[in-house]
Every structure is written in C-alpha cells, then in structure tokens.
C-alpha cells in the first residue's frame, strides 16, 4: 500500500501596503539626507555643495524668501559674535561686534562678502 506524500504549502505572502509617509516624516528623510551630505562636505568646504545642502534643508521646511533672509540674518550674526570670531574682529580691525546693529552685521557680511 502506497502512503500519500504529505505536501506542505506555505500560505501565500501577506502584502502590506506601505503607509503613506507623512509631510513631516518626507521632511526628515529630506533633512537626513541633507545632514549626510553636511558630514561629507565638512572637509572639502567646497562652497557651491554646501549651498546645495543648506538649499535642500531651506526646501524641506518650505521657508519663504522672507524667512530664509531672516535664517541667513542670524546665521551671519551668531557667527560674526561666535567668540573666536568676536575675539578677531576685535584683535584685527578694532571692532566690537558685540554692539552692532542691524546695518552693521549686514555692512560687515558685505565686506566679508566682497574682500
């Protein structure tokens, strides 16, 4: 007498959707994406990817032009008053950045700028 084979079957895959990735969370891999290219740039200082970096962020957020000249107003500032900065415009050119306003951060970024 032949005994029948037991044929196991597998069920067939479960598909699963992959959720629809919210704005907030396409925004992060944007900015992951952004920061990964920062890591790399770090030593090259090659200015026309760093732009493209920073421009991938600005995008990510969905600044306005108005607000992207605020954002570039306090970079400018925190880095002209960073205190290894501070310390040399004073040594160099007898300049307390401490005190400027805003036309003064602005006429040292354009001197900066056009050197």
């Given at each position: 007498?032949?005994?029948?084979?037991s044929?196991?079957?597998?069920?067939?895959?479960?598909?699963?959707?992959?959720?629809?990735?919210?704005?907030?969370?396409?925004?992060?891999?944007q900015?992951?994406?952004a920061?990964?290219?920062?890591?790399a740039l770090?030593?090259?200082?090659?200015?026309?990817?760093?732009?493209e970096?920073?421009?991938?962020?600005i995008?990510?957020?969905?600044?306005k032009?108005?607000e992207?000249a605020?954002?570039c107003?306090?970079?400018?500032?925190?880095?002209i008053?960073?205190?290894?900065?501070?310390?040399?415009?004073?040594?160099?050119?007898?300049?307390?950045?401490?005190?400027?306003?805003i036309?003064g951060?602005l006429?040292?970024?354009q001197?900066?700028?056009t050197?």
């Amino acid at each position: 007498m032949k005994r029948k084979r037991s044929v196991e079957t597998n069920p067939p895959p479960t598909v699963t959707a992959n959720p629809p990735i919210s704005k907030k969370q396409k925004g992060r891999q944007q900015l992951d994406k952004a920061f990964g290219s920062l890591q790399a740039l770090r030593d090259s200082k090659d200015m026309d990817l760093i732009t493209e970096a920073i421009f991938e962020i600005i995008t990510a957020y969905g600044l306005k032009t108005d607000e992207v000249a605020a954002l570039c107003y306090c970079i400018t500032e925190q880095t002209i008053k960073a205190e290894h900065n501070a310390a040399l415009f004073e040594r160099e050119l007898d300049l307390d950045v401490e005190g400027l306003s805003i036309e003064g951060i602005l006429c040292v970024q354009q001197a900066l700028v056009t050197k």
